[in-house]
Nanobody, 124 residues
Framework: QVQLVESGGGSVQAGGSLRLSCSAS?????MGWFRQVPGKEREGVAGINAGGGTLYPADSVKGRFTISRDSAKNTVYLQMNSLKPEDTAMYYC????????????????????WGQGTQVTVSS
């Protein structure tokens, strides 16, 4: 059983930046970030595999968000720049063993291990 602990959420004005961190209790191949707004479906934001390969399924974050990982620390990061009010959501770290993606590598798989979530609020 892998445990995930997120940190780094908070409130920021539009145009600002936040960095989310997620520490895993052990090594795990696939790690990613998802977000959810009440009443809406959960959305895959970014994923990264053990080799450093990344995927950004959400077009709205491309060019603004960057996922990275420190494998020695079993930690994944999400650097969020140029934040917009529509980025407001609960952000969840998730992880699993391969395969990391589905649909020909265009979507993140529904992972089995989840963190508790961290709220990101962007004000206009």
């Amino acid at each position: 059983q892998v445990q995930l602990v997120e940190s780094g959420g908070g409130s920021v004005q539009a145009g600002g930046s936040l960095r989310l961190s997620c520490s895993a209790s052990g090594y795990i191949h696939c790690m990613g970030w998802f977000r959810q707004v009440p009443g809406k479906e959960r959305e895959g934001v970014a994923g990264i595999n053990a080799g450093g390969g990344t995927l950004y399924p959400a077009d709205s974050v491309k060019g603004r968000f960057t996922i990275s990982r420190d494998s020695a620390k079993n930690t994944v990061y999400l650097q969020m720049n140029s934040l917009k009010p529509e980025d407001t959501a609960m952000y969840y770290c998730a992880a699993d063993y391969p395969p990391c993606t589905v649909a020909g590598g265009t979507k993140l798989r529904t992972y089995n291990y989840w963190g508790q979530g961290t709220q990101v609020t962007v004000s206009s």
